[in-house]
């Protein structure tokens, strides 16, 4: 079955970085695009940023433009989301899942808290 595990949150300052990754498993990846999305206490979820199965366009959104990157290593079946210059706004449970526009399958996130 389709897996999702996501990795690499925790606890940093403001303007630090973190690398969260995704290990999937259960799905041919590289016909898939895939995005990170996010979720903060008390908000939705939203959609931080997507990438194209070959790994040629990419989207954010506005509030990480410049400061986030997604890659993916379609050999490894990984997704990544590299996260610099941390505000405490991107304090969230961040989600990786399979697809551009819909998303069928997610994993059960990992806890990015940006303090002081």
């Known amino acids: 079955q389709v897996q999702l595990v996501e990795s690499g949150g925790g606890l940093v300052q403001p303007g630090g970085s973190l690398r969260l990754s995704c290990a999937t498993s259960?799905?041919?990846?590289?016909?898939?695009?895939m995005s990170w999305h996010r979720q903060a206490p008390g908000k939705e979820r939203e959609l931080v940023a997507r990438?194209?199965?070959?790994?040629?366009?990419?989207n954010y959104a506005d509030s990480v433009k410049g400061r986030f990157t997604i890659s993916r290593d379609n050999g490894k079946t990984t997704v990544s989301l590299q996260m610099n210059n941390l505000k405490p706004e991107d304090t969230a449970v961040y989600y990786c899942?399979?697809?551009?526009?819909?998303?069928?399958?997610w994993g059960k996130g990992t806890l990015v808290t940006v303090s002081s």
């Open positions: 899942s399979q697809g551009w526009s819909s998303w069928d399958y």
């Open positions: 990438i194209s199965t070959t790994g040629g366009i990419s």
């Open positions: 259960g799905f041919t990846f590289s016909s898939y695009p």
